[in-house]
């Protein structure tokens, strides 16, 4: 149980374009998501984290209008990398907490979408 | 927020154990501990988690001293695809306070 899949798992693309990175939870629902980015041989940061019907809140340093998220429903969380660039280039990772869990809870992750721009 | 320390990397043999210590010593008081395996481009997934004392599963064990400012995931009989990273992270989802991860340890295990 408890799995978070993601898609597209690898994306090649040109500069300028944008890409939109689904997270879902496939056999429980998740009231919160976290978007997290990992550069090679690097700790995952994270990013933002995604409530569902609400805003997502964003790390300090991560631009809001460059990493638009959305968490319409309680399986699926989206993060869109807009107008790419080079430097957005890296392993971008999500995960999902059960709704209703208590602390200590873990979080499950996806296994990564990498983004490659041209 | 909990200042993580791990080592950066360890090296071990096939058959041994595999002890990895993290450091957190401004844990807050309802933050747990926990331990995840990433392999290249692979997501991380979840080994143990523990509040205090010891906790052993079917793959690890974890160990947290009283004062709970370090813990100590042990592996135990390693094998060659045991070889990973491994991250420790310290927090408290139930209240929604942001996790935080260490820098992660790379561990090799050679034949």
């Known amino acids: 149980g408890a799995v978070v899949s993601q898609h597209p798992s690898w994306v090649i693309c040109k500069s300028g374009t944008s890409v939109k990175i689904e997270c879902r939870s496939l056999d429980f629902q998740a009231t919160t998501m976290f978007w997290y980015r990992q550069f090679p041989k690097q700790s995952l940061m994270l990013m933002a984290t995604?409530?569902?019907?609400?805003?997502?809140?964003?790390e300090q340093g991560v631009e809001k209008d460059k990493f638009l998220i959305n968490h319409a429903s309680l399986t699926l969380s989206t993060l869109t990398v807009t107008s790419a660039h080079p430097e957005d280039s890296s392993f971008y990772i999500c995960?999902?907490?059960?709704?209703?869990?208590?602390?200590?809870?873990?979080?499950?992750f996806g296994d990564g979408t990498r983004l490659s721009i041209l | 927020l909990a200042k993580i320390t791990q080592p950066i990397s360890m090296d071990s043999y096939e058959g041994q154990e595999v002890n990895i210590t993290c450091s957190h010593n401004n844990i807050a008081t309802n933050d747990y501990i926990t331990w995840y395996q990433q392999f290249p481009s692979q997501g991380p997934r979840f080994i143990i988690q523990?509040?205090?004392t010891k906790v052993t599963n079917e793959v690890a064990s974890l160990f947290i001293p009283a004062d709970r400012k370090s813990s100590t995931l042990s592996l135990p009989r390693v094998s060659l695809s045991d070889t990973a990273v491994y991250y420790c992270?310290?927090?408290?989802?139930?209240?929604?306070?942001?996790?935080?991860f260490g820098g992660g340890t790379r561990l090799m295990v050679k034949p």
């Open positions: 992270l310290v927090g408290d989802l139930g209240a929604g306070n942001m996790l935080t």
């Open positions: 995604s409530n569902e019907g609400s805003k997502a809140t964003y």
């Open positions: 523990g509040y205090k």
């Open positions: 995960s999902a907490r059960s709704a209703g869990a208590k602390g200590g809870q873990p979080q499950h």
